[in-house]
T-cell receptor, first 116, second 112 residues
Framework: NAGVTQTPKFQVLKTGQSMTLQCAQD?????MSWYRQDPGMGLRLIHY???????DQGEVPNGYNVSRSTTEDFPLRLLSAAPSQTSVYFC???????????????FGPGTRLTVL | QQPVQSPQAVILREGEDAVINCSSS?????VHWYRQKHGEAPVFLMI?????EQKGHDKISASFNEKKQQSSLYLTASQLSYSGTYFC?????????????FGKGTLLTVNP
């Protein structure tokens, strides 16, 4: 049981390049989300998904795309990287709808992205 | 809207107590608490639902005042391992699609 895995751990991009951050979970959770964390800003929601084939925008979705073709995977795509997207990105997986006693959100280890 | 956490930072000596507060201007369904150590991912501590329920987790407990839309995290007899940044995440309830909005965090430092 690996929990939530993210790849890569570190990435450096040039302005205008595109890339995909990978996220996978093996807990059969329906709910997955992507956050970015910047110094002093806390965690801000980028996109989330309540199940395969269903995605929606969070607080800061501009410049990012997501898709959810399977329960396990939830990749985040940067379309044309900008220096403002330099951040630490966390993927999270959560069991919802089964009662508060089992409602727990697990975060992946994060991807540290630098855009030059 | 982002919840407001206070204080922004607190320094304790081992064995002392601390309280971290989280306030929202929105009606809340639940409040989540996480701890994050430097360079690591946030780790879930507990969730509280509206109704004033108080929960505990070893020597860490929390309460949720539904009328004031406030939650407090209580750390008693602090240990060195309690050091880290504590975040509250708030959920507005039915129709919010389980979206969590996080505060900016409270940096807790426990010294020997």
């Amino acid at each position: 049981n690996a929990g939530v895995t993210q790849t890569p751990k570190f990435q450096v991009l040039k302005t205008g390049q595109s890339m995909t951050l990978q996220c996978a979970q093996d807990m059969n959770h329906e709910y997955m989300s992507w956050y970015r964390q910047d110094p002093g800003m806390g965690l801000r929601l980028i996109h989330y998904s309540v199940g395969a084939g269903i995605t929606d925008q969070g607080e800061v979705p501009n410049g990012y795309n997501v898709s959810r073709s399977t329960t396990e995977d939830f990749p985040l795509r940067l379309l044309s990287a900008a220096p403002s997207q330099t951040s630490v990105y966390f993927c999270a997986s959560r069991r919802v709808g089964a009662g508060v006693s089992t409602d727990t959100q697990y975060f992946g280890p994060g991807t540290r992205l630098t855009v030059l | 809207q982002q919840p407001v956490q206070s204080p922004q930072a607190v320094i304790l000596r081992e064995g002392e107590d601390a309280v971290i507060n989280c306030s929202s201007s929105k009606a809340l369904y639940s409040v989540h608490w996480y701890r994050q150590k430097h360079g690591e991912a946030p780790v879930f501590l507990m969730i509280l639902l509206k109704g004033g329920e108080q929960k505990g987790h070893d020597k860490i407990s929390a309460s949720f005042n539904e009328k004031k839309q406030q939650s407090s995290l209580y750390l008693t007899a602090s240990q060195l391992s309690y050091s880290g940044t504590y975040f509250c995440g708030t959920e507005e309830g039915v129709g919010s699609n389980y979206k969590l909005t996080f505060g900016k965090g409270t940096l807790l430092t426990v010294n020997p």
